[in-house]
């Protein structure tokens, strides 16, 4: 009897999110360890963070790999083999004896996570379409706002009681269950597989033909930039909070808890809006929202305001925004290449991790004990968001 269920029942739809939210899992979970890993390994912050920022580039190579052999060969067999491919890397972070090994195991580890994020997305552009794609990722985006709201909290208590470690086991064991969910639930959704997918010549003929359709740069880098502001608070958010405003770290998650929560409802609203507004009006809303946020974060920070009350809404406002800008700018991405939504999924998650790696190695590398860096982060992030969306968007 075939095992394989309907791509939209909710058992489903649930791994799909799991999928989608493994990367924010291997990023979110260990940020309250941050700051103690720098007296562990007795390195300092910017060395640290890189854990966060050789993460993003495996993500952002990886990337471009996994779209087209989930165009050729399918999505489930390449789904499954990174999903293994995650679980050891996460066990060889475990086993780092030094930060300079832990960086290489971070970077080996999301090679592997990236297959969750890019073919997830793809299933969804498989089966719901176009119209239905952007209502589809903004409800897995409030649902999965889930797992990196409470992962801080999760990880903020097991880092306390049994050391930074243990957060590595939970990935790790994250990846194998979402393996083996993946093998017995999820039937093939690419019906239209390409042997010529691999191809070097055809992959650069998809990748002019991409970036040269002024709507697909104007909605990728639109989303590269607003995740390069939630990046940087990633990046940024344990030192200014637990160093600088003196938050214990056992209570770092509650206060990531506050913005994530706020992406989530963010992202409800946006789903229910979609129909109504389309993705391109939201899109406006968000980044309107996201430059004012950061504009005032930004002139606080540098009039030397440096309080909880101070970081904590700016942050909460730019994760506001990333909720509106993110699942409508990844569905006006990818809706009009169906035969290649493995590799558009790719490039424009390439674009996207690049974007945001560059952001985070930034803050960590201007770190000055204030919110400074983290609040300037926000606001140029948000202002070329801005620039490119006003410049490349197709009109009428």
């Known amino acids: 009897m075939r095992p394989f269920l309907d791509p939209r ?95 290489g195991a971070r970077f080996v580890q999301a090679l592997g996570a990236c297959g969750g994020g890019v073919i997830g997305r793809a299933i969804v552009r498989d089966v719901w379409g176009r119209e239905g794609a952007a209502r589809m990722l903004s409800h897995m985006a409030s649902a999965m706002a889930l797992a990196p709201a409470l992962a801080p909290i999760v990880g903020s208590y097991l880092h306390v009681s049994q050391g930074w470690q243990a957060n590595f086991w939970v990935m790790a064991g994250a990846g194998a269950v979402l393996a083996l969910v993946s093998a017995l639930m999820l039937r093939e959704t690419n019906e239209h597989r390409s042997p010529s997918a691999t191809d070097p010549l055809v992959l650069l003929a998809n990748t002019r033909t991409l970036l040269g359709d002024r709507g697909f740069l104007a909605h990728a880098l639109v989303v590269a930039f607003a995740f ?37 409802v963010a992202a409800q609203a946006g789903a229910r809006l979609t129909h109504r507004l389309g993705t391109g009006r939201l899109i406006d809303i968000g980044l309107g929202l996201g430059v004012v946020s950061a504009g005032i974060g930004a002139a606080l920070a540098w009039a030397g305001i440096s309080t909880l009350g101070s970081v904590l809404p700016v942050a909460c406002g730019q ?61 140029v992030s948000a202002l070329l968001g801005l620039v490119v969306w006003r410049s490349l968007r197709p009109r009428g």
């Not at 999110?17 to 924010?24: F, M, N, Y």
């Not at 290649?340 to 998650?349: D, P, V």
């Not at 690049?354 to 982060?377: C, E, F, K, N, Q």
């Open 319 to 379: 994760f506001l925004a990333c909720a509106l800008i993110m699942p409508n700018g990844q569905a006006g991405a990818l809706g009009p290449y169906p035969r290649i939504a493995g590799t558009a999924s790719s490039l424009m998650g390439f674009l996207q991790m690049a974007v945001g790696a560059s952001a985070g190695a930034l803050v960590g590398l201007l770190h000055d004990g204030t919110p400074r860096p983290l609040m300037s982060a926000f606001a």
């Open 9 to 103: 029942t909710w058992p489903v739809v649930g791994l799909l999110i799991g999928l989608v939210a493994l990367a924010p899992l291997s990023t979110d979970m260990y940020l309250a360890s941050l700051a103690d890993m720098v007296r562990v390994f007795g390195t300092d912050v910017a060395t640290v963070q890189l854990t966060l920022s050789a993460f993003a580039v495996g993500m952002a190579l990886g990337m471009l790999v996994y779209g087209p052999l989930s165009d050729r060969f399918g999505r489930r067999p390449v789904l499954i083999v990174s999903l293994v491919f995650y679980s050891v890397a996460s066990v060889a972070c475990v086993l780092a004896p030094d930060i300079g090994t832990l960086i």
């Open 228 to 264: 390069a502001g939630l990046f940087s608070y990633l990046s940024g958010a344990s030192f200014v909070m637990i160093d600088v405003l003196g938050v214990a770290p056992e209570n770092f998650g509650y206060t990531f808890l506050a913005v994530a929560l706020t992406y989530l």
